[in-house]
Structure formats: C-alpha cells, structure tokens
C-alpha cells in the first residue's frame, strides 16, 4: 500500500490501484507520494489538472479610488488641477498629493475623507500582482472595488502603465469611457455595483477579508487554506488607513490578521499571490 498525505488535510491512506480515481474525486491539493518499495518521497504537482480549476479572485476593496466629487469641483485647487490638465473637474481623479486643502472641506458619512484620493495605492498593487506567474497563467482574477461603488474588471492580458501621470490618465479615461479601448476586447471596465451585487457576478466558493482586526494567522496558512476551494475571494483594503466599510464585512466569511503591524496593499498583495502560487504547486514547477 502507498500514502498519500495532503499537505494541509488528514493523511488518507488508498491502495495503487485507487490512485487515480482518488485523485480526481479529491479536492486538488499538492501532495506527496511516498512508496514503501523505493522509500522516497517525491512532492509534485498534477499542474493541468490544478491550473485548469483553480482561480485566485483578488480585490482591491474600498479602494481610494475615485473622481473629485461635486461638493469641491469649484474649489480653486481643483479648477487650477483640471484647466492644467485640459480637463474638466468632474473628470479628474482626487489625489490627495494634489487637492489635499481642498479635501478638508469634504465631509463624508460612509466613511473618512482621510481615506480618500489616493490612486498611488491601486496602482502600486496591481504591478506588483499583474507581473507574477499566477496572472500569466489567467488563474488570477482581479477587481477593483471603489468606496464609492464602482466595480472595475481588470483583463489579465493588460500591460498597465508603469508611469503614474500615465495610470491616472488611463482611470480617468475609463470612468469616462466605461471601458479601455473603447473598441475591441476590453482591458479596463467599470460598472456600478454593490459589494453583494459583485459577489453575485463572481460567485465565489468562499469570501475572505485580511484587516488588523481579523484573527492571526500566517499569511501561508491563510493562502493553503483559500487553496482549497474552487474559488475562492480574497478581500485586501486599497485605502490608506483605517478598517473595511461596515458594508464591506458582512460579506465575508473569515477575517484574517497576517501582521501584528499594518502593512502596504502592495506588499500584502504581492505576498499572498506568491504563497497562493506556492500552495498550490505553481512556484515550484516553474524552477523544478
């Protein structure tokens, strides 16, 4: 008799000669073969079977994203911005970089003007996250989910501007537009919806949330167990300080804490698709 043990699961012991109806029965997983007869022990990865099933949906939720809003369109740090640009103030992107004396007259009840205008965040995680294997394998599905609720898809396909000044000319155009290009298949698109409106479109097999005020665990742990589904979300905040909408929360089926500090979007973004694609085997083939 050989064993199969899951990484992370019950060892399950089966007979050779149930292997491989075990093996697509079972949930995908890494697992390591160990034969009595040769005494070895041999970690390897049914990778087209995996990668054929298994999507990692990402979001970038309450992202500090959005246009100037219509209570400070006519301040006069916005008009001198938008006429600089050749824009007009509704067009623009709020960046606190740019607009922070106007933003202080902003009062808003769903959340703090504090955690607004701030597109440096969005666009500094999905470089790190849009240049990994796990992205050029489509097995990475990544949103982008606004405090004001706008849901943009993200194309897996997009080579995104590495250039700032570039990256917000390219939103800006999308709120415009509703999709880039305009023809053709799209890059960018961008709908209104509701967190539960965007779990309806997505369907995912479970929902998790990463906040200083989940319970601690491994960010390793947290990828090998969202492993285990088909499809699973993850949700990591795309503002600059502060919690998850209230609306935000109750979506999600677990909160996890993965650093006694608070930590970037980006470097937490980065690390959990790296330990995602190292859960589920993709890290290791590509140097094996």
Known sequence: MERCLWLDEAEILFSHGLFDECFRSSMPRRFALISNAESTCNLFLEQTYLTSIMTLVLVLADAALQRVPDEIRSHPQIEEYASRRGKSPGEVLLDRAFHHSAMKRLARDRFSAEKMGRPDIVHNTLLQILETPLNWMNKLEVLIHTQDEYL??????????????????????????????????????????????????????????????????????????????????????????????????????????????????????????????????VAQARVG
């Open 152 to 281: 943009i898809t993200v194309n897996p396909k997009i080579r995104l501007p590495k250039n700032y000044v570039r990256f917000v000319g390219l939103i800006e155009q999308l709120f415009k537009e509703k999709k880039v290009p305009k023809e053709g298949e799209a890059l960018l698109s961008v709908e209104r919806a509701t967190n539960q409106q965007m779990v309806r479109k997505i369907s995912p097999t479970r929902i998790i949330g990463l906040s200083t005020l989940g319970r601690p665990r491994l960010l390793r742990n947290v990828a090998n167990s969202v492993s285990g589904f088909e499809k699973p979300m993850v949700l990591i905040g795309a503002f600059p300080r502060g919690h998850f909408k209230e609306e935000t929360k109750r979506i999600l089926d677990e909160t996890f804490c993965v650093d006694s500090s608070s930590l970037t979007s980006w470097v937490v973004a980065g690390r959990l698709v790296y330990d995602f694609e190292w859960s589920i085997g």
